[in-house]
């Protein structure tokens, strides 16, 4: 296959969209439930380990009073990542001075090549981790936690179909 590129520019707007998507991506549901089973698990314990006389009624109390607290626990973390993640997202964008620069993705059968004003990377396809996409991104995972975004208002639906298709004909794990 011949080489393929399309730009886009830098939008505070959709970087800080498709960060919000990384995060869903990571805590919905899955996340949410091991984040309250351990908390839950770990409070129980130690309102256990206070109780002088062990019985089920204490234990279910234990229990129950462990979960709300690990429910409490989830409002403030989401609390708290409804103000850490604009504030990252603000300050990278800033640092970086992305406000209105145009990022290159160009890609091939051996690997996929991003340009910007920052930096060039150019990475075989057996070396991204996994992809997503929703209705307004493609997100592209170096890591289990990192990802560059590809917002799919600002390029054709022809090179979003045939980043698709290469990634899965690379075997490049779709989560």
């Known amino acids: 296959m011949s080489e393929r590129k399309f730009t886009f520019q830098y939008n505070y707007a959709e970087m800080l969209a498709a960060s919000w998507f990384t995060v869903r991506k990571r805590w919905m549901w899955k996340g949410a439930i091991r984040y309250i089973a351990l908390v839950a698990i770990l409070m129980t314990a130690i309102i256990e380990f206070g109780v002088d006389e062990h019985s089920i009624f204490s234990f279910v109390t234990s229990a129950l009073v462990g979960i709300a607290i ?30 209105g620069e145009s990022v290159e993705f160009s890609f091939d059968d051996t690997e996929l090549k991003i340009a910007d004003c920052t930096s060039t990377l150019a990475l075989a396809w057996n070396r991204w981790v996994k992809w997503a996409e929703n209705e307004r991104f493609i997100l592209l995972y170096r890591t289990s936690t990192y990802a560059h975004f590809v917002p799919k208002s600002q390029v054709s639906r022809e090179q979003i179909d045939a980043l698709r298709s290469q990634l899965d004909g690379a075997g490049v794990k779709k989560v």
């Open 70 to 99: 690990a429910v409490g626990c989830l409002f403030l973390t989401s609390l708290y990542w409804l103000w850490c993640v604009p504030r990252s997202v603000r300050k990278a964008y800033a640092q970086l001075m992305l406000d």
